[in-house]
């Protein structure tokens, strides 16, 4: 269980109704409602081709839903270059792929949003930019170029260029799926300890262990659907729907 305190009054920091996504004829999505409230963090889990990667573009305007209704801080999504521009500056995400700059330095990726982004003058930047690779145990590598650093230290460098961003929310899809298998520890360290801060999170990811130790709530996507959600011991221990305990089974 995390640490932190899930509050539950207040409006959801994400809230969304009746989400239908298809793509062509195939519906991907099939009304979904989730909320997701200040500083709770909810694992998604599921089979491949759940939906779960779909689901996390769809709150950040990458992917544009069908159907249904989207609300991230208290503003209704809609697909104006203004309202996406503004709806993506109050998001994180980090992909299973760091996707660096590779031409910048460590500082630089982390700063350049803030300049560009949030209008951050350069000292400011860097001073933010400083104080978040601190915070992921990475301030020794400010001067570094990406190709120099490890898998997992280049994840963490996305994640702090994220958090740089001071988001309303930090959407995670897989990421430390790229990672070699030593390399997904000090990752899920660095989330671990960000939702024990009160980051308000969404991660789809295939590590239970985080999810019975970080989330407050998982949610099983499959057949377009929520399967199953709950607290983790619930949905990972006890399981009530048959996708839920036929896709927990198999990870057994
Ligand atoms: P998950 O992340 O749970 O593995 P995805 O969200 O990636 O699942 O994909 C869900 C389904 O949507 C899959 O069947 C996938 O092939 C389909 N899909 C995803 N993106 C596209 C796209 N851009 N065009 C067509 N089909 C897509
Ligand atoms: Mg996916």
Redesign the pocket.
């Known amino acids: 269980m995390s640490e932190h305190t899930t509050p539950t009054d207040g409006q959801p920091i994400v809230q969304m109704r009746g989400i239908v996504?298809r793509?062509?004829t195939?519906t991907?999505l099939d009304g979904i409602d989730l909320d997701v409230a200040q500083g709770e963090v909810v694992t998604?889990i599921?089979?491949?081709?759940?939906?779960?990667?779909?689901?996390?573009?769809c709150v950040n305007g990458l992917?544009r839903i069908t159907d249904g209704t989207i609300e991230v801080a208290g503003e209704r999504l809609s697909y104006t270059e203004k309202s996406l521009n503004h709806l993506r500056a109050r998001i994180g995400m980090v992909f299973q792929s760091f996707n660096l700059f590779p031409h910048m330095t460590v500082m630089e990726n982390v700063a350049v949003a803030q300049r560009e982004v949030l209008g951050r003058g350069k000292d400011q930047a860097r001073s933010r930019g400083a104080e978040l690779l601190e915070r992921v145990g990475l301030g020794h590598k400010a001067d570094a170029y990406p190709d120099n650093l490890s898998g997992g230290q280049q994840q963490r460098v996305a994640i702090a260029r994220a958090l740089a961003m001071d988001p309303a929310v930090m959407l995670f899809?897989?990421p430390t799926s790229a990672l070699d298998p030593e390399l997904v520890g000090e990752v899920l360290d660095v989330m671990r300890a960000l939702a024990d801060d009160g980051m308000t999170m969404m991660v789809?990811t295939h590590e239970m262990r985080f999810a019975r130790r970080a989330a407050d709530r998982v949610v099983l996507?499959a057949d377009g659907g929520i399967a199953e959600q709950g607290p983790p011991e619930q949905v990972l221990d006890s399981p009530t729907s048959e996708r839920g305990q036929a896709f927990l089974q198999q990870l057994a």
């Open positions: 996504k793509f062509g195939t991907v998604l599921g089979p491949s081709g759940a939906g779960k990667s779909t689901l996390l573009r992917e899809d897989e789809v996507l």
